[in-house]
C-alpha cells in the first residue's frame, strides 16, 4: 500500500475534504474513480442498469462515510472499490443473480476498466442522479416514521394500500393517508431544496 503517490494523495485530499460535505470535492473525485468503479460492478452483476444504480448508491455511501476513510488503512481505491464490491454481493443477493467468482476486485488488475465503462451512462448524468438521490433520501429521513415507512413500504416494496394496511396494523384510510401526506411533504421538500437560495439582503 502506497498513498505517497500524486494519484494516491489528491484521493486522499479530496476524500477529507468531501468528509466536510464538500460538493466540489466530492464531484472531482466522481469524475477522477467513476469510471474504474464502474467497471468493478459491470464485472460483478454484467448488467448496465445495476451497475449505474450501484455505482450512485456507492458514491452516496462515499459522501455520508468519507469521514470514516483512514489513509493509515487503505489506498483510496481499495477503500472505494471496497464499497462497490459490497453493494454489488448486496444486490447480487437480493436479486439471486449469477455472478463469477473470479472477479477481479484488485485496483491495479491489468484489465482497463475504461474499457469496460466507455458505453455506460454519461458521468455527469450519473453524477446529478446520485445527488438528487442523496437529497431524497436526506427528505425522507425529515419525514415522520409512520409517513417514511408507508413511503418505503408501498414504493420498494410494491405494498398495495390494503397490503400496508394489513402489515402495519391499521385502517384502510389511515395507511392511504399515511403515503398521501409522506408524498406531499416529500414534494415539497425535494422542491424547496431545489430552489436558489436567496442572497443575503435581497429582501
Known amino acids: 500500500m502506497d498513498n505517497h503517490t500524486p ?8 476524500l477529507q475534504r468531501v468528509s466536510l460535505q464538500d460538493h466540489a470535492a466530492f464531484k472531482q473525485l466522481y469524475d477522477l474513480t467513476s469510471a474504474h468503479l464502474y467497471g468493478v460492478a459491470l464485472r460483478f452483476v454484467r448488467k448496465k442498469e445495476l451497475a449505474d444504480e450501484i455505482l450512485q448508491d456507492a458514491f452516496i455511501n462515499v459522501w455520508q462515510q468519507a ?9 483510496p481505491m481499495t477503500w472505494l ?3 462497490v464490491r459490497n453493494k454489488s454481493l448486496d444486490r447480487l443477493r437480493r436479486g439471486k443473480l449469477e455472478f463469477d467468482n473470479t472477479v477481479v476486485l484488485d485496483e491495479t488488475s491489468s484489465e482497463p476498466a475504461h474499457e469496460e465503462a466507455a458505453d455506460h451512462a454519461d458521468p455527469h448524468e450519473l453524477y446529478a442522479a ?6 431524497l433520501n ?5 419525514l415522520e416514521a409512520p409517513h417514511r415507512q408507508s413511503l418505503a413500504l408501498a414504493y420498494y416494496n410494491g405494498m398495495s394500500h390494503a397490503e400496508l394496511a394489513e402489515h402495519l396494523q391499521v385502517p384502510l ?5 399515511w403515503v398521501r401526506r409522506g408524498l ?3 414534494r415539497k421538500c425535494v422542491e424547496s431544496s431545489s430552489q436558489p437560495a436567496t442572497p443575503k439582503g435581497s429582501r
Open 7 to 14: 494519484e494516491n494523495q489528491r484521493l486522499v485530499i479530496l
Open 67 to 75: 469521514g470514516g476513510y483512514s489513509a493509515t488503512l487503505s489506498t
Open 81 to 83: 472499490i471496497s464499497i
Open 130 to 135: 446520485a445527488t438528487e438521490k442523496m437529497e
Open 138 to 142: 436526506r427528505c425522507l429521513s425529515l
Open 173 to 177: 384510510g389511515t395507511a392511504k393517508a
Open 184 to 186: 406531499e411533504r416529500l
